[in-house]
T-cell receptor, first 112, second 113 residues
Framework: KQEVTQIPAALSVPEGENLVLNCSFT??????LQWFRQDPGKGLTSLLL?????REQTSGRLNASLDKSSGRSTLYIAASQPGDSATYLC???????????FGAGTRLTVKP | KAGVTQTPRYLIKTRGQQVTLSCSPI?????VSWYQQTPGQGLQFLFE???????NKGNFPGRFSGRQFSNSRSEMNVSTLELGDSALYLC????????????FGPGTRLTVL
């Protein structure tokens, strides 16, 4: 059964700092991995999708990497801003069950 | 292009009642998935529909059911509501599921009293 873990559970940084969020998964037989952000009480906003054959994806100040063999992904946020404050979730779609398994998320606070 | 829409946004029900939630996917998307989000369990997969057929189901009791219509709109139904069913219910659409990017709606907040 796929298990997805996100570390740390919460992170607080000053504005302008570069930061890394971590996601690990136990079953490497995946279709893809997707990073989302969720603002309080709201739905999920897709940030980046990495297919199993890819190593990284970039969008603006965000860069996500995928190391399928070690079951790890990182989300790098450059020059953080207060508007980046949200919960960040990673999710993997696994071949076996073909469902999406989510981590518990990292709650990020960027202080002005 | 319109995003995923969910109705209603908020619902208050009492134990024992039933409820129906609706999801309209992005135009052209044929896969719709449903998730339950609670503070204790996080996001959990309920089921996925593709071309009016349930393609996958999570580990939830039979009180949770769903369907998809020919226009790809989907509904989920929860019968005999329990207090523990209070949650944010999210639906997501994608072109065909599997390797495609998933896009989420704003969710329906269900409170069971």
């Amino acid at each position: 059964k796929q298990e997805v873990t996100q570390i740390p559970a919460a992170l607080s940084v000053p504005e302008g700092e570069n930061l890394v969020l971590n996601c690990s998964f136990t079953d490497s037989a995946i279709y893809n991995l997707q990073w989302f952000r969720q603002d309080p009480g709201k739905g999920l906003t897709s940030l980046l999708l990495i297919q199993s054959s890819q190593r990284e994806q970039t969008s603006g100040r965000l860069n996500a990497s995928l190391d399928k063999s070690s079951g790890r992904s990182t989300l790098y946020i450059a020059a953080s801003q207060p508007g980046d404050s949200a919960t960040y979730l990673c999710a993997v779609r696994t071949y076996n069950n073909n469902d999406m398994r989510f981590g518990a998320g990292t709650r990020l606070t960027v202080k002005p | 292009k319109a995003g995923v829409t969910q109705t209603p946004r908020y619902l208050i029900k009492t134990r024992g009642q039933q409820v129906t939630l609706s999801c309209s996917p992005i135009s052209g998307h044929r896969s719709v998935s449903w998730y339950q989000q609670t503070p204790g369990q996080g996001l959990q997969f309920l089921f996925e529909y593709f071309s009016e057929t349930q393609r996958n189901k999570g580990n939830f009791p039979g009180r949770f059911s769903g369907r998809q219509f020919s226009n790809s709109r989907s509904e989920m139904n929860v019968s005999t509501l329990e207090l523990g069913d209070s949650a944010l219910y999210l639906c997501a659409s994608s072109i065909s599921g599997r390797g495609n990017e998933q896009f989420f709606g704003p969710g329906t907040r269900l409170t069971v009293l």
